[in-house]
C-alpha cells in the first residue's frame, strides 16, 4: 500500500522559512515524479514544484528563487524548502507521486502552511 505523508507545515510570520517533508511508503519516490501542489481557501489546487525520476526541476513562476525542492533517496523523502514567505503563500501543501509507467496518482493528505504575522 502506497503511502505518502507531508509534514512541516505552521504558522510562519512574512519573510520566514518552513520546510516541508513528504515521506513515503509503499514506493520509491526516486523512480517517480514526484510534485508539490497546493491550494489556498476558495481556490484550485496548483503545482508548485516538480522533481522528475531523472532529476529535473521545475517551478512555478511565483516561488521560483524561494522554493527548493529536494529528494534524499536513503530516506525515501521529498522536500520542500520554501524561504521569503509571503501571505499569498498560506494554503495547504500536498505531495503527489505519479508513477508514470501504470498511469497512477499517489497523494497525500497535506499540511497547511500559514503565513501571518
Known amino acids: 500500500q502506497v503511502q505518502l505523508v507531508e509534514s512541516g507545515g505552521g504558522l510562519v510570520q512574512p519573510g520566514g522559512s518552513l520546510r516541508l517533508s513528504c515521506a513515503a511508503s509503499g514506493i520509491l519516490l526516486s523512480i517517480n515524479n514526484i510534485y508539490w501542489y497546493r491550494q489556498a481557501p476558495g481556490s484550485e489546487r496548483e503545482l508548485v514544484a516538480t522533481i522528475t525520476s531523472g532529476g529535473s526541476i521545475i517551478y512555478e513562476d511565483s516561488v521560483k528563487g524561494r522554493f527548493t525542492i529536494s529528494r534524499d533517496n536513503a530516506k525515501n523523502t521529498v522536500y520542500l524548502q520554501m524561504n521569503s514567505l509571503k501571505p499569498e503563500d498560506t494554503a495547504v501543501y500536498y505531495c503527489?507521486?505519479?508513477?508514470?509507467?501504470?498511469?497512477?496518482?499517489?497523494w497525500g493528505k497535506g499540511t497547511l502552511v500559514t503565513v501571518s504575522s
Open positions: 503527489k507521486a505519479w508513477n508514470f509507467r501504470i498511469n497512477m496518482n499517489y
